[in-house]
């Protein structure tokens, strides 16, 4: 792969000349200390200090809603899929990741256009990171991208490794040639290396991802399921914020001065009571414990049976998502026998006496 | 086209496409029969299916929602469904008339496996809306008779009234190239003259069953299921030659929506049908 | 003679009149909504108004007077589809956080020994304590969307489908920052969705003013909130606020 250097104080002009036919949409903080993935004009709004945004990029290439079809008595109009080119800076390796895993499950036994139109329409241009005790992404496998980017920038001292990944990335750094930098000294590489050292030494959270299939087949009725689901509040958010969770609904939205209506999609989620319940009022999961089982059936085992990987980028969303502590950690944890610090555990604790 | 088999919906599998009701008529109180044809002629003749698969069926204003196909593969051209009033679209479908227009996409899922069926003798086993699905591989094995080896067929309803299909059975009764047996849990008319009570009291008549050399194919409510597995477990056929259909809500029946799933099996693309030895390693179903 | 358009009726009993209002204030779809619909009576609205037979009845407001019963049971009578229409009549609304025994206190705060010529009061409670309701359309008030996608799928014959989700799922399509996590007393994973996560969306925690979602968890929510510091009192009284005589059996539980 062919690598080159940028100095840090011309990232900006880099973005603003490769940017100008497209959409830039970048983490830009919002609150105190949150982020999200934001279209700038300037790419000076960008905060790349950031461990991880509220939503993952799953939201610019499927945003929460949007209308599929205006339905008619005897046709059906595609509604315009987002062709807008967009270039996606600042993604860090467990969402790029969480792409390529979209990317396959878009595209497997039938494609999703939606998706598909809109994601070869985007750029994504990588950028380093450092965990947080959320990050999990060492466990997963995903703390480091290979592929999945067309550009991706390690931030070291005031330079950035870029790494091309694509011809597209390519293409990128041609149109200003003359911010680069060709030559990798020694001590860039150095200097890198001792990086990767650090950074893996950084990760506080751990899980045993590999133990996880046994785990969820083994304990598929053990008590602490019914102990999660005491405390789940079946918000939804751990889907919504999932970089890998893709489940959605549909609706059929009439038109009030026309017989048409518009087929409106919006995302899902498994924990939410409504999910499994059918025509007629019939619901296949009633009760919270069935509907967590499933998701976590969905991260922990089943992707990993099919695809040889968990559903589960390490992102550390549900971590610091979910108000009453269930997330990949503290379940993972809980299935592998450890004390686990979260609210779930200790009102569990409580419920049962 | 180019003369070649033209895909539904290839480039965006979930547009609908528009296609006419041409018949509907009552199978009972609250099941229709609807006979559709899609708008499209060319896509009319070409749409290609297989027995057992279903599609998605749209309603204007009201939704989309999942049904079997019933009719079968070996006559092209026209679609039938057989749909029960449970819900917002079905209540909207039972509202349209002969020529009002649906919007049709499919086929999703897999069909019944008419490869290990063929040599086999075939065992049907249905009871109440089990037959909308069924009758689509019985009449595709009817209409490739020489392919099958002896056919029999168990169909159970409440009362005769909630026969689905009941002339249409009726009517394979004659036929001497398959055992038709005809139940329903209570005669509430007095000029029943097939048996009553519950399918599984069919069983005895069936004539004598190979059962390795048996395929049997089981649809209906879920607690039928219970007691006609044990039938057929009893009979000595092989749990992986007992082959089922499930359903479940969808949204799309093409594996994105995730609404299906049941454990990590997707029933639009990985069933709805499966073996019984499928369906006992499903934890949810257990 | 209404052409074989469906006849609705909207009707207010006690509350702000609020909901009614959002139908007014539906400037763009109003000429669509009468074209659609034989609206034949809308007192806010307009002044023909006739009591007779109804496709759907949208009814507003909670039941503070025996007089409002005998309307609702004939509106009831009268109609096909009875909606409760904004979350005074879906839940009961502020008026019916009070139980019994202070709603009597409070009568007595407020009117003394004053006798009730024309109506007798009683305790303010949902509509579906009297009659049957069809559909729930909580919110205070009501928000466009919600009613215009309820109105429409209802004009063209289609019920909307039964999806109960609570504010959160819509919170975070609007990627907002939890703020349960952020030691906020907020509502939200209890509070059945549609006001598009207004509040949370500026930074203020959820009051719960759509009415508890179906099968919230309430009790888990109460002890988090108590794990977070608040009190026992400040939590249920939060709760009742908006949720009327609905949380009511699990808030006296807590």
Known sequence: MRIVKLKQDRLNSFLEAVSTDSELWGPVKKGADKHRFKIVDNPAEFDLDYTRTILPPKKIFLPPRFNMFKAMPTAYEEETMDPTKKILFGV??????????????????????????????????????????????????????????????TALNDEYLVWIGSSKGDDLV???????????????????????????????????????????????RDAVWENLSHACLACGSCSNVCPTCTC?????????????????????ACTLESYSEVAGGENFRESRSERLKLYYTHKLQAFISKYGKPACVGCGRCAATCPVGINVKTVAGALDGEEVDAFWSRYATEVTK | MNGTEKIINQVNPYKPEPARIVRAYDLTDDVRFFQVRFADMDLALSFKYE????????????????????????????????????????DAIFRLKENDFIGVRGPYGTGFPIEMMKGRDILFVMGGLGAAPLRSVLLYCLDDRDHFGRISVLHGAKRP??????????????????????????DDTGEWTENTGVVTTLFPKVKTIVPENTAAVVCGPPIMYKFVINELIKLNIPKDQILMTLERRMKCGVGKCGHCAIDYIYTCIDGPVFTYWDVLHMRELI | MNNGKPKIGIYELTGCAGDALLIVDCEMELLDIFTAAD???FAMAKSDNIDGELDVALVEGSVTTEKEISELKDIRERAKIVVAFGNCAAHGGIQARFDDKEWQENLKKVYGNQKFTHTKPVRSKPIDEFVKVDFYLPGCPVSKEQFLHFLTRMLKGNPPEHYPTPVCVTCKYNENDCLLNNGKLCLGPLTADGCGSVCPNHNIPCFGCWGPVENANAIAELHLLKEKGFSVEEIKKRMANFAGTKLADAIKQL
């Open chain 1, 92 to 153: 860090h390796p467990c969402d790029i990741h969480g792409i390529l895993i979209m990317d396959q499950f878009y595209t497997q036994t039938y494609n999703d256009p939606y998706y598909i139109r809109s994601r070869e329409n985007t750029i994504i241009l990588g950028h380093s990171c450092w965990p947080d005790e959320h990050c999990l992404c060492h466990s997963t496998g995903t703390d480091v991208a290979n592929e999945g980017y067309d550009l991706f920038f």
């Open chain 1, 174 to 220: 041609r149109i200003v040639p003359e911010l680069f930098n060709e030559d990798l000294s020694d001590r860039d590489i150095q200097n890198y290396i001792r990086w990767r050292e650090d950074r893996s030494k950084a990760f506080k959270a751990e899980i045993n991802f590999k133990a996880m299939p046994d785990f969820m087949e083994l304990k598929y």
């Open chain 1, 248 to 268: 959605y609904n549909v609706n059929d939205k009439p038109r009030l001065s026309e017989n048409a209506s518009d087929i409106a999609r919006c995302w899902d």
């Open chain 2, 51 to 90: 027995a057992g698969q279903f599609a998605m069926i749209s309603v204007l204003g009201a939704g989309e929602a999942p049904f079997s196909i019933s009719s079968t593969p070996s006559r092209p051209g026209l679609l039938e469904f057989c749909i029960r009033k449970t819900g917002v679209v079905t």
């Open chain 2, 161 to 186: 009234a909630e026969m689905i299909f009941r002339d249409e059975f009726l009517h394979l009764k004659k036929r001497s190239d398959l055992d038709c047996y005809l139940s329903v849990d209570k």
């Open chain 3, 39 to 41: 609206i034949q009576s």
